[in-house]
């Protein structure tokens, strides 16, 4: 019954900035841990951003500033800033929720969203 719905992604050049949603039904993004993870062809998935129910965020290393991840509890959806893009970033970018902390290992994700493609051009 949980269903996690991305949008936002997009092709754009190097340097631009993206807004991704992940909109979150049957369950509630205020006493639960999402993240973001995205996947690039033959890679494994990647921790990219989480954020917990008390709003305790965690980035992945390569991230280096350049990313947010906030989320707005009424309208029971996550967001990730995505800033200063570079073609290493190009990736299907996936929301995920669990009902306890938040790990790095997308394996001990239960729900996932079916992914927003993210394209950087160089």
């Known amino acids: 019954q949980v269903q996690l719905v991305e949008t936002g992604g997009g092709l754009v050049q190097t340097g631009a900035s993206l807004t991704l949603s992940c909109a979150v039904s049957g369950h509630s993004v205020n006493g639960n841990a999402v993240a973001w993870f995205r996947q690039a062809p033959g890679k494994e998935r990647a921790f990219v951003a989480g954020i917990s129910y008390i709003g305790q965020t965690l980035y992945g290393d390569f991230v280096k500033g350049r990313f947010t991840i906030n989320k707005d509890n009424a309208k029971n959806t996550v967001y990730l800033q995505l800033n200063n893009l570079n073609s290493e970033d190009t990736a299907v970018y996936y929301c995920?929720?669990?009902?306890?902390?938040?790990?790095?290992?997308?394996?001990?994700?239960?729900?996932w969203g079916q992914g927003t493609l993210v394209t950087v051009s160089s």
């Open positions: 995920a929720l669990r009902g306890g902390v938040i790990y790095f290992d997308a394996t001990l994700w239960e729900h």
